[in-house]
């Protein structure tokens, strides 16, 4: 309770030092709603930095350095900061990123080696949250060990920093550019001090992205001398030695004086970031900065109003909608060049940029949903990137970060995102291209794809190969066959609808045959999907509880959450599993099963849990509205109503497992509205139990969407009564061309559940 009493404390604090930051007089400042910290504790991985929406920089604090809950680089429990790098990854379960570490210093400038397992660095300082603010495009703390005020802002492509120091004679900077997260390999390291306010960089990393660029610019307001530490270094004593490239930087200060430094990140050259930071930050206007970075998430927040009584659930939506507002990032310069999937820099153009970090496993379920609502313009060009992207590389990326394929996670979900574009009307790509792209990535064909080595088996699984020729994944031929089998299905269900769309027929039955695949995996003795070996024989012992993290039939789950994947063809499900009524009997028993995991090495991702449904992964994440398919509404809103009250919080640790690159962000603003799409690329929304009483969606042609909840409270979750338009709804369903005309979907709500 105290956490979130200060919490809200600081919020509010934000409210009245910021009422002259609203983008126009009289307009709401959405950003007094957004608490930056909800997440940064539990395993939500998510960062309080300084970003603007879908911005190319993230200047962020840097509490810790490895091993899971360093994945964003901050976490709310530590207490210690090692500074604050320009690149940062929000609510991944994968580390990376934390590039050139900057840290204001007073006195001796430590940077000996701590240790293999140490989390701190040499000059990390002590830190209080009392003194810690962190608000939409501006981030603020006080260094206990210096003494020294830090405050960050941010444009698209650079940042500005503002430093209050103390009288000092010995106060500065280090510059770390060897620095990361996750400890990553530096292959190669360059660092340069240009004059005596400005220093450039650049390294190469080898992590989770195997050919990370990174370059840098600074500029300093104050004149420094410095001493560059270029040694070889050990963690430990007698330990490997590895390349050092810091910068100490010193200089005299007068009592509360102000440094402000400028930084640009490019991927593509030095040259580049210094542009970045000469096209958006021309002046020392640091509060010009703030206030504009604040009027970009103000303009962002607008696209959805609220009606709500209840400010820890306000300040929930719009921190919500402000994570989904966080990724993907520009990845195109000021000058309009961008580092390709080749590895190589491409001009390209400042209108039409690239984007990065694509994190689709998680992403297609809804955040691209939800973005075909509230910004259609800025999903279509995430399509151009991944259109551009499979021709420079050779095919769509599963998880693509700074230009690289990882190969992480399973299916091929560029598909979905494409199929449901298309299928609501927004095609401003070329579809053509798209759609000969989806066969492309769907086939087994390893031939003319750019990755390393490591990757290709995971970007290309043989389970595709398996799939095409025999019609299944066999559980002894490749790792997690079941969940790549069930979400092969999918995939090649939403190539079928495009296939359809081009007049494609042979396609379009090729691939709606491989779309019923899933039904070779129920096995109807234990009612659940399960691995079939290439004998035929299922995989025995069979425990539909147990997980061994990635080293299963499954994927970041169990036979639990997997068996409900078939978002395509719901009444097929249904029929497989002998009908409505023993649909509904099993569907039950997944939220009233022991909520025990059984295996050596349970994943962690497997969080949330109601019953078997795990609510902090994306596999579970249509579950709830299933009910609705067989005329049981009332069980989707009371378990909704569960969720959104028992699973989401304002808090640090009030998100049930990693924010996933804004994807729980977006189930949960779906939901509070009142609705969710279970399958993308089928474009109809499935109603549920709103959260408020009034939400209005702006929509691009000046018409807006309203579900108005009357009698709503939290006793009255049950749906008595739906009218879309004056019209009264008989099935909880409406479709796209329902929000996309305007109009009102007016929900009654009662307190028992209409059967």
């Not at 970031?273 to 504009?292: H, L, M, Q, T």
């Not at 031939?447 to 025999?470: D, E, F, R, S």
């Amino acid at each position: 309770m105290k956490k979130n009493m200060k919490l809200n404390f600081m919020l509010m604090s934000g409210v009245l030092l910021f009422g002259m930051y609203s983008c126009t007089p009289g307009a709401q400042d959405y950003s007094s709603y957004v608490n930056p910290f909800i997440g940064t504790g539990g395993h939500g991985h998510t960062y309080p930095g300084a970003v603007v929406p879908n911005g190319m920089i993230q200047p962020s604090p840097d509490t810790r350095i490895y091993q899971w809950d360093a994945c964003s680089g901050y976490y709310y429990a530590d207490s210690t900061m090692n500074g604050f790098s320009h690149t940062h990854l929000n609510g991944t379960g994968c580390g990376d990123y934390g590039d050139v570490l900057l840290m204001p210093t007073v006195g001796k400038q430590d940077y000996h080696a701590m240790g293999e397992e140490s989390q701190q660095m040499a000059y990390a300082s002590a830190l209080s949250h009392d003194n810690e603010v962190a608000q939409p495009g501006y981030y603020s703390v006080f260094l206990d060990r210096y003494q020294v005020k830090a405050e960050l802002t941010a444009t698209k492509r650079a940042a500005i920093h503002r430093y209050t120091f103390p009288k000092a004679e010995d106060a500065g900077f280090i510059l770390d550019l060897d620095y990361s997260l996750q400890r990553q390999k530096n292959e190669e390291m360059e660092l340069e001090v240009i004059s005596d306010t400005e220093i450039r960089g650049r390294k190469k990393t080898v992590y989770w992205a195997f050919d990370q660029y990174i370059n840098f610019y600074a500029k300093f307001s104050k004149p420094f001398t410095y001493t560059l530490v270029t040694d070889s270094m050990a963690l430990d004593e007698g330990g490997p030695l590895f390349p050092t490239a810091k910068a100490l930087l010193q200089f005299q200060t007068e009592n509360n004086e102000e440094v402000l430094v400028k930084v640009g990140v490019s991927a593509v050259d030095m040259d580049g970031a210094r542009k970045n930071v000469e096209a958006e930050i021309p002046e020392w206007d640091f509060n010009g900065v703030r206030s504009a970075a604040r009027e970009s998430w103000n303009n962002y927040l607008a696209k959805i109003d609220i009606e709500t009584s209840d400010k820890d659930q306000r300040v929930m939506f719009y921190t919500a909608l402000y994570h989904t507002g966080v990724q993907p990032n520009l990845f195109t310069d000021a000058d309009g060049r961008y580092l390709g999937m080749d590895l190589k820099p491409h001009q390209g153009s400042v209108e039409e940029p690239i984007y990065t970090v694509f994190s689709l496993w998680d992403t297609f379920r809804a955040y691209h949903p939800l973005m075909t609502i509230i910004d259609p313009d800025l999903n279509e060009a995430f399509i151009r990137s991944l259109i551009r992207k499979q021709h420079e590389g050779g095919v769509y990326p599963m998880w693509e970060l700074a230009g690289n394929y990882t190969g992480t996670m399973i299916g091929y979900h560029a598909a979905s995102i494409i199929a449901d574009a298309y299928i609501k009307g927004y095609r401003n790509f070329d579809v053509e291209d798209a759609y000969k792209a989806c066969i492309r990535v769907a086939e087994y064909d390893t031939t003319g794809i750019l990755c390393p080595p490591l990757v290709l088996p995971h970007l290309m699984p043989q389970a595709k190969y398996w799939k095409n020729k025999i019609g299944y994944v066999p559980c002894d031929k490749d790792n997690e066959s079941v969940a790549k089998a069930l979400e092969y299905a999918y995939d090649d269900w939403c190539i079928s609808v495009l296939a359809d769309a081009m007049g494609d027929e042979p396609n379009e039955e090729k691939y709606a045959a491989f779309a019923k695949g899933y039904q070779v995996y129920f096995d109807a003795s234990t009612r659940f999907m399960r691995g079939l070996d290439s004998e035929g024989n299922w995989r025995t012992p069979f425990n539909p509880r147990s997980s061994n993290h990635r080293s299963d039939d499954y994927c970041e789950g169990t036979a639990w959450q997997w068996t409900w994947f078939v978002p395509h063809d719901i009444d097929g499900l249904v029929e497989l599993m002998g009908g409505r009524d023993a649909f509904i009997g099993k569907l039950d028993s997944l939220f009233i099963a022991d909520s025990a995991l059984e295996g050596d090495m349970v994943s962690a991702d497997i969080s949330g849990l109601i019953g078997q449904y795990a609510h902090g992964n994306e596999p579970s994440h249509h579950i709830t509205h299933l009910y609705n398919y067989v005329d049981q509404p009332w069980r989707t809103q009371e378990l909704v109503d569960q969720i959104l009250h028992t699973l989401y919080f304002n808090d640090p640790d009030g998100l049930s497992g990693n924010e996933d690159c804004g994807q729980m962000s977006a189930w949960f603003i779906l939901n509070s509205m009142g609705f969710y799409q279970v399958c993308p690329g089928k474009p109809i929304y499935s109603i549920g139990r709103p959260l408020f009483e009034k939400s209005t969606i702006q929509l691009k042609d000046g018409k807006t969407f309203t579900v108005i909840a009357h009698n709503n409270s939290r006793e009255n979750k049950y749906v008595q009564s739906m009218v879309l338009n004056g019209k009264k709804l008989d099935k909880p369903f409406f479709t796209h061309q329902d929000i996309v005309d305007g109009g009102t979907l007016e929900l009654t709500m009662g307190n028992v559940p209409l059967k």
